[in-house]
């Protein structure tokens, strides 16, 4: 089993930015993809961004490409996602995920999430 905290999340004006962070913890011997994905209200949860294992490719969802970045440390068993130029359509709550694929585009694809936490872009 491996549990995953977030962290970071907040409030902030439309074009700050906001750093999250995902703590891996249980057996992280294990190579992992992560990835992060949101959910709005009302709305389906959607894939953010992926990263594989060794950190050498990543996937972003379309409407954050070129504002997030995601990236990882694997001696601090740590993913995060560096979030720029945040627009009020990015609100949602960011939920942390891990896979034993080589990469995760699809939430069905995922097997450890964390809670959530939340990133509320005011205009």
């Known amino acids: 089993q491996v549990q995953l905290v977030e962290s970071g999340g907040g409030l902030v004006q439309a074009g700050g930015s906001l750093r999250l962070s995902c703590g891996a913890s249980?057996?992280?011997?294990?190579?992992?993809?992560m990835g992060w994905f949101r959910q709005a209200p009302g709305k389906e949860r959607e894939f953010v961004a992926t990263?594989?294992?060794?950190?050498?490719?990543?996937r972003y969802a379309n409407s954050v490409k070129g504002r997030f970045t995601i990236s990882r440390d694997n001696a601090q068993n740590t993913v995060y996602l560096q979030m720029n130029g945040l627009k009020p359509e990015d609100t949602a709550v960011y939920f942390c995920?891990?896979?034993?694929?080589?990469?995760?585009?699809?939430?069905?694809?995922?097997?450890?999430w964390g809670q959530g936490t939340q990133v509320t872009v005011s205009p």
């Open positions: 995920a891990a896979t034993r694929l080589w990469v995760g585009l699809q939430e069905s694809e995922y097997d450890y």
């Open positions: 249980g057996r992280t011997s294990s190579r992992l993809a």
């Open positions: 990263i594989t294992w060794r950190g050498e490719n990543t």
